[in-house]
Nanobody, 122 residues
Framework: QVQLVESGGGLVQAGGSLRLSCAASTRTFSSYTMGWFRQAPGKEREFIAAISWRGGSLYYADSVKGRFTISRDNAKNTVSLQMNSLKPEDKAVYYC???????????????WGQGTQVTVSS
C-alpha cells in the first residue's frame, strides 16, 4: 500500500505559478511511475503528467505541455509539479498517483492522494 499526500495548492492569479508536491509513504518509491491528474467541477478526471521510475521519461498532456514540469526526488520520496503561466481553465483539484509499472497513455494508476485545490483567478 502506498499513501500519497499532496500539498502546495492555493489561489493564484492568471499568469502566475504554483508548485505542487506529493509525499509518498513507501520504501519502494523508486519502483513506481508517478503521475499528476486533475478534475475540474463537472468534468472527468484528466491526465496531466507522468514520470518514470528514475525520472528519465516524462509525459505531458497537450494542454499543459511547455507550462508544467513534473519531477521526482527518489531520495525524499516526493514528486512535484511546477505549474507556470497558469490559466483560469487550470482550476481544478489536482491529484498525485502512483502506478506499479511502466507508463502508457490511458493506464490505470494504483494509488491516489486526496487531492489539492488549485484556483486561478482571471
Amino acid at each position: 500500500q502506498v499513501q500519497l499526500v499532496e500539498s502546495g495548492g492555493g489561489l493564484v492569479q492568471a499568469g502566475g505559478s504554483l508548485r505542487l508536491s506529493c509525499a509518498a509513504s513507501t520504501r519502494t518509491f523508486s519502483s513506481y511511475t508517478m503521475g499528476w491528474f486533475r478534475q475540474a467541477p463537472g468534468k472527468e478526471r484528466e491526465f496531466i503528467a507522468a514520470i518514470s521510475w528514475r525520472g528519465g521519461s516524462l509525459y505531458y498532456a497537450d494542454s499543459v505541455k511547455g507550462r508544467f514540469t513534473i519531477s521526482r526526488d527518489n531520495a525524499k520520496n516526493t514528486v512535484s509539479l511546477q505549474m507556470n503561466s497558469l490559466k483560469p481553465e487550470d482550476k481544478a483539484v489536482y491529484y498525485c498517483a502512483a502506478a506499479g509499472g511502466v507508463f502508457y497513455r490511458g493506464r490505470e494508476f494504483d494509488f491516489w492522494g486526496q487531492g489539492t485545490q488549485v484556483t486561478v483567478s482571471s
